[in-house]
């Protein structure tokens, strides 16, 4: 990791101002970029965030041994997006 830290901290720091950094979830990512850019703001990437969410909730749905196929799929589906019928098996839950 101190290789890394210290090729990127090469960059001057003048280039390092106002930096914006959009990276994976992983720590190691937020470690390097905080040590040389302390003051950027990280994004983190929507699709790693989604996938992190996605496993939550099946792990959450496992855990509350809800079997229905269809229940994952009402689970991720946006409540707006749900007819009356959907809205009621997901309260049943």
């Known amino acids: 990791m101190t ?34 850019f302390p003051n950027a703001r990280i994004v983190y990437d929507r699709f790693h965030v989604m996938q992190k969410v996605i496993k939550e909730f099946d792990r959450i749905r496992r855990q509350s041994r809800i079997t229905d196929k269809g229940a994952k799929r009402l689970i991720l589906k946006n409540r707006k997006d749900l007819n009356e019928e959907e809205k009621a098996k997901l309260d049943s839950y």
């Open 3 to 36: 290789k890394v830290v210290r090729k990127v901290g090469s960059i001057p720091s003048s280039t390092g101002y106002g930096v914006e950094v959009s990276i994976d979830i992983l720590a190691g990512f937020a470690y390097v970029i905080r040590k040389v």
